[in-house]
């Protein structure tokens, strides 16, 4: 096989993987949705002496030593996790998953009775979209919460954990019913959980019941003391453009910001909804109200930053991420847009610095395909195609790829030649309707390839 013939059925591939959806770029959803599954949670252990000693050898990386003093501290204090529990919970803080994954796996070997660590593996499993395998580590925790003799306040704080995965995974599946019938439950044991409430008028609205979903709505609001919750209009606003109902969309997001206009979330969800229904100075002007409301806001600087990036005004784009960079220096969505920002400005410098993001970006979160993509558009416009291609293959392999990837990858594939590689890609790219910043390239572009003939049949017809 040809080494065009390979890039093609990679191509090809990647075009099947799009299929199953192509992801937002560029920023993160500033207000998670009703439906995005929680992190993976764990029962915080009490701040007591043995498990501080415990924390202090860990960060020497006297590990054994550390989960030696963990397992003294766990026979003293009933209350305590299982010590590898403990242990993922410090690896993962210390952003090192392998290990954290390691010491979870001992935790179900060690404690076998204990339900935390399927628990903690259900979440990890609905974060990577892996829902069979999150189904069943949530029936398996649920199981042994039944018949846990351990800590009662354990068991109190892990029954709900493993009802809203449960919940989570009927969510993922779109089984509506069995969806509400967990919440339901779920609030049996959490009466005042305003997010369980949220999740239920999402599950009603999409039984077509939008007079019970608000209803869930409003007392989800009323129950939310942390301000955690959306606003009862934006969130059913939210629901109906999910829906595909934009009309009603616009009805309920207007309502929305009539509302609650001083509302600093309504600002920044109207913000994101207009951005991704394609309502660029809407956006704008919502980011920009966020910002009259809160101009420290971390949310509403990236978001301003990435409707720059869609006008194409890039310094402006640079300014808010920049400004958010400096906020919070490890925020990857403000760092990886300032190095989209800056390698488009044709300034040296500027590309440098780019570079120098993107490849600490890539370092960090190797798996984020975002971070490689990034990597590998700065090194295209610097004209290190070679690992340009290297970097974008990463990002096109990943179970969704941004738009602006694919851009980037057909891209590159046009220049060095591979022009109906390109056509498949901007094809299967320009299909969605979702914006994305670089759909004016992309279609232009297209126009280039569009008359491009397989060259796999021009070989077999040639013969």
Known sequence: MTRSARYLMFALGIVAALSAGLAGRAVAQVVPDAATPAKPETTQPPQIEEVKAAIELFKQSKFDECLASLEKAVQKHPELPPAQVIMFQLFAAAN?????????????????????AYAIFGSIGLQERRVTDAELAFLKARELIKSFQGNAKRKDLLEPQAISGLANVAEAREKWPQAQKLLEELLKVSPKNARAMQRLGRALFQQQDAAGALTKLREAKAADKENTVLTPEAALARFYEQYGDHKNAVKWMTNALKASPD???TRLVAAQWALETDQ??????????ALAIDSRSLDAQILRGVVALFQKDFKEAEKWFQDAHLQSPSNFAASNNLALALC???????????????????????KNADAASTLGWVLYKRGDKDRAELALRQALSATTSSADTVFYAAQLSFDRGRKYEAKVLLKAVLGSKRPFAMRKEATALFDKVKDEENPAKKETSSK
């Open 263 to 265: 509302d600093l979330r």
């Open 280 to 289: 660029i100075d809407e956006a704008k002007t919502q980011a920009e109200r």
């Open 96 to 116: 090192q998953p392998q290990a954290a994954r390691l010491a979870l796996e001992k935790a179900v070997l060690g404690s076998p009775d204990d339900p935390e």
């Open 344 to 366: 488009e400005q044709n300034d040296d410098a500027k590309s440098l610095r780019a570079l120098e993001y993107a490849n600490s970006n890539y370092q960090a979160y190797q």
